[in-house]
Nanobody, 115 residues
Framework: VQMVESGGGMVQAGGSLRLSCAAS????????MAWYRQTPGQGRTLVAR????????FYIDSVKGRFTITKDNARNTIYLQMTSLKPEDTAIYYC?????????WGRGTQVTVSS
């Protein structure tokens, strides 16, 4: 199993980014997938989740209304559209199942938001 995250970068506060996560070795169609983020000295924390059975979503309070998680089953890829970015969104972003598969972590993609 391999997750390859991309789309990160450096943006100013208020900007937008779209992250992608291409999964191989597993089929996301019937999995609950999620985005996580990690800041220096902190563990990875859940940011957003997309349930496969009903496409329902969950977001942590700090990103509600600003981030949107979606997926493309045909491309076996999940996305995180991030708008109105804030400096506190600065982190390395990862995708994985929810709950996460221990061996499925990719290298992540760095998002840096400047004030």
């Amino acid at each position: 199993v391999q997750m390859v995250e991309s789309g990160g970068g450096m943006v100013q506060a208020g900007g937008s980014l779209r992250l992608s996560c291409a999964a191989s070795g597993l089929t996301i169609w019937y999995l609950t997938m999620a985005w996580y983020r990690q800041t220096p000295g902190q563990g990875r924390t859940l940011v957003a989740r997309l349930r496969w059975m009903d496409n329902s979503t969950f977001y942590i309070d700090s990103v509600k209304g600003r981030f949107t998680i979606t997926k493309d089953n045909a491309r076996n890829t999940i996305y995180l559209q991030m708008t109105s970015l804030k400096p506190e969104d600065t982190a390395i972003y990862y995708c994985n199942e929810d709950p996460p598969g221990a061996g499925y972590w990719g290298r992540g993609t760095q998002v840096t938001v400047s004030s």
